[in-house]
């Protein structure tokens, strides 16, 4: 059974940087396109970062040049490193993996293009 667990969230002050993690249990996750998601109070869940196996990324516009997402395939291990931190980052931070491998998507910072879910971690930024 897939199981996705983040780590790094925290609270920091806005310019800051976390480092999110997320390991994956049940299965490789090599060959699947995974990626990061935040929702914040009474907001819908928002794509931010995604990554195929090989490495290529798809940033959401409000976090270019100042997120990044990688992978470490041999560690089954997706990160998303975050600096020049802002308050309106603040957010629940989710980790998700697609269903099926090496498969293409069109909607890659879509909640919908993901079935695996982690239980997220928390990042608050204060001003």
């Known amino acids: 059974q897939v199981q996705l667990v983040e780590s790094g969230g925290g609270s920091v002050q806005a310019g800051g940087s976390l480092r999110l993690s997320c390991v994956q249990s049940?299965?490789?996750?090599?060959?699947?396109?995974m990626g990061w998601f935040r929702q914040a109070p009474v907001k819908e869940r928002e794509g931010v970062a995604s990554?195929?196996?090989?490495?290529?990324?798809t940033l959401e516009d409000s976090v270019k040049g100042r997120f990044t997402i990688s992978r470490d395939n041999a560690k089954n291990t997706l990160y998303l490193q975050m600096n020049s931190l802002k308050p309106e980052d603040t957010a629940m931070y989710y980790c998700?993996?697609?269903?099926?491998?090496?498969?293409?998507?069109?909607?890659?910072?879509?909640?919908?293009?993901?079935?695996?879910w982690g239980q997220g971690t928390q990042v608050t930024v204060s001003s």
């Open positions: 049940g299965d490789d996750i090599i060959g699947y396109r």
């Open positions: 998700a993996r697609v269903q099926r491998r090496g498969a293409y998507y069109s909607d890659v910072l879509s909640p919908k293009t993901y079935n695996y």
């Open positions: 990554i195929t196996s090989g490495g290529d990324t």
